[in-house]
């Protein structure tokens, strides 16, 4: 039983050493910046104060936003962690316990936020289909110009040891296995996990540990747009607008969603997504392989396989399996000589 049980992601954090720079570039990625107390805070069209927050300071990524249902969740969490529950001073105020994970990441758990109602337009289409025809007398006819970013979904970062970090998250905010990611049988070396909700659908992810070769870092945090036609308007726009593209579009094996990943002016990786599977507490959890992970159901292969010289998945696959039981047996063997 974990200590609570978390709604759902609340925000990302970074620092930035040009607040302008962040800003146009957000705007380009289809949310809606603006400046509070020196911080640039960016909301969707979800109603949440903010989804994405960049403070003055060298570019870095700071922290990952979690929403608790309630101030009484958080007030638990804070006696069971032994910190304070704090005023959260940011857009939409409400409270916040702050907890360092295994690796350092900061978690801000946020409970209390002011929310407002949902902007109105952006409504998707119906779309017809050849088993079903619902756009009846209604024409397509879209507006280029950025995604509408409704909210964030989920983020992913890369850890240490994924069996820590996994039993750190799941004891204390309550996260259920979607899909388990093994680097070879018997090799897990990370998780897809969603939020607990019962009887609530639940994004089949909203975060995903990965234990990958390198130190523990930020690899990316996702937003929602309206649907397929958006996320495709916001990929023409942001082309446009001379943006990094990362990867994308395509659609993925585990979470089934559609994305399309692309850089911040200092690199850090953010997603468009829309279409993705929803689960509830009772979905059993699947074991899946690291080919699944890099692979796609259709559209661009990940720029790791996209040169004419590229390895194989499966290539990769043996060679990220050979690392981590390296590290595995690096660190049974320091634990022996410490023991
Ligand atoms: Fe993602």
């Known amino acids: 039983m ?42 969707g069209r979800d109603g949440r104060p903010f989804v994405h927050a960049t403070q003055p300071g060298p570019a870095a990524f700071v922290a990952l936003g979690l929403r608790a249902g309630s101030l009484d969740d958080l007030a638990r969490l804070a006696a069971a962690e032994g910190v304070a529950v704090e005023p959260f001073a940011a857009p939409g105020g409400g409270h916040v316990v702050r907890l360092r994970d295994p690796d350092g990441f900061v978690v801000e758990v946020v409970a209390g936020q002011d929310t407002a109602a949902p902007a109105p337009d952006a409504v998707s289409l119906p779309r017809n289909a050849v088993a079903q025809r619902v756009r009846l007398r209604e024409l397509v006819r879209l507006e280029p110009g950025p995604a509408h970013v409704f909210r ?17 998250y799941k004891d204390r905010f309550g996260f259920l296995t979607s899909d388990e990611i093994e680097a070879a049988p018997g090799l897990p070396l990370g998780a897809f996990m969603r939020c607990d909700r019962g009887d609530v659908p639940s994004d089949h992810h909203t975060l ?55 850089r911040d002016p ?41 040169g004419r010289l590229a390895p194989s998945p499966a290539l990769v696959s043996r060679v990220i399996a050979f ?7 690096f660190a049974a063997r320091k634990q022996d000589t410490a023991s």
């Open 208 to 262: 995903f540990l990965a234990q990958l070769p390198g130190k523990p870092a930020f690899m990316h945090a996702a937003f929602e747009v309206m649907d397929f036609d958006d996320l495709m308007l916001g990929h023409q726009h942001l082309h446009a607008r001379k943006r990094k593209p990362a990867w994308g579009v395509g659609r993925h094996i585990m979470g089934s969603q559609i994305f399309d990943y692309w």
């Open 323 to 329: 690392v981590t039981r390296l590290r595995q047996r």
């Open 152 to 168: 964030i979904g989920h983020c992913v970062l890369k850890v240490a040891d994924y069996r820590r970090s996994e039993r750190w």
């Open 2 to 43: 974990s200590i609570i049980r978390i709604e759902d992601i609340a925000h990302v954090r970074f620092a930035a050493p040009d607040l302008e720079t962040m800003r146009a570039f957000l705007i380009d990625f289809g949310l809606d910046p603006f400046l509070v107390d020196g911080c640039l805070y960016a909301r």
């Open 266 to 306: 200092w690199g850090h990786e953010l997603e468009h997504w829309t279409d993705g599977d929803l689960l509830t507490a009772t979905d059993p959890p699947q074991t899946m392989t690291l080919r699944d992970l890099l692979a796609v159901q259709w559209g661009s292969p990940h720029p790791m396989f996209a």
